[in-house]
């Protein structure tokens, strides 16, 4: 069974400040594919990044970069200098290969104090 | 420009009144897909098709019903709706998850439902 746990419920950091969202998660399969999602206070689920199982390079576009551990099951996202428009709830997500669906977690809301 | 399409956006309805919440996608995908998101709960998935006239249950179907006549649409149906059908919806589309899975998934911008 596919499990995603995202332990940090809600997060709060100062403009500028670091932040890292934590993502664990469960599987059997040794094909999957790890997401994260952005949810702005509009609503809409914005795209972040996809990682297969077999990828474990790190990534990093702008302010942005994941962390993908195979051995502690883990997939973190990490926000350098936040901003106020990075305030949104961050969701991790997970499909295993030939699986119909794409299981979240839980989710953390991040809010940025200016 | 790539998309899908939900309508309405925002819903207050009454128990019992049968609604349609529809979904339209432009991108050809195969796999079309229904999620509520319910606070605490992230979002779990209700029905999904991965093709015409092939629709199967997810993990909360009680409640809904869908179709898949044509590809580009994937209505969800409340036939009667109830309080603790409250909450947020959104439709997602693919291509064949059995190619690449999710390279090019795309969501809707949700339809926030409110059955009084």
């Known amino acids: 069974a596919q499990k995603v746990t995202q332990a940090q419920t809600e997060i709060s950091v100062v403009e500028k400040e670091d932040v890292t969202l934590d993502c664990v998660y469960e599987?059997?399969?040794?094909?999957?594919?790890l997401f994260w999602y952005k949810q702005p206070p509009s609503g809409e689920l914005v795209f972040l990044i996809r990682?297969?199982?077999?990828?474990?390079q790190n990534e990093i576009s702008g302010r942005y970069s994941w962390n993908f551990q195979k051995s502690t099951s883990s997939f973190n996202f990490t926000i350098t200098a936040s901003q106020v428009v990075d305030s949104a709830v961050y969701f991790c997500?997970?499909?295993?290969?030939?699986?119909?669906?794409?299981?979240f977690g839980t989710g953390t809301r991040l809010t940025v104090i200016p | 420009e790539a998309q899908v399409t939900q309508n309405p956006r925002y819903l207050i309805t009454v128990t019992g009144k049968k609604l349609t919440v529809t979904c339209s996608q432009n991108?050809?995908?195969?796999?079309m897909s229904w999620y509520r998101q319910d606070p605490g709960l992230g979002l779990r998935q209700i029905y999904y098709?991965?093709?015409?006239?092939?629709?199967d249950k997810g993990d909360v179907p009680e409640g809904y019903k869908v179709s898949r006549k044509e590809k580009r649409n994937f209505p969800l149906i409340l036939e009667s709706p109830s309080p603790n059908q409250t909450s947020l919806y959104f439709c997602?589309?693919?291509?064949?998850?059995?190619?690449?899975?999710?390279?090019?998934?795309?969501f809707g911008q949700g339809t926030r439902l409110t059955v009084v």
């Open positions: 997602a589309s693919s291509f064949r998850l059995d190619r690449d899975p999710w390279t090019e998934a795309f």
């Open positions: 599987t059997r399969d040794t094909t999957y594919y």
């Open positions: 990682r297969n199982s077999f990828d474990e």
């Open positions: 997500a997970l499909s295993e290969f030939g699986a119909n669906n794409l299981f």
């Open positions: 991108m050809n995908h195969e796999y």
């Open positions: 098709s991965m093709n015409v006239e092939v629709t």
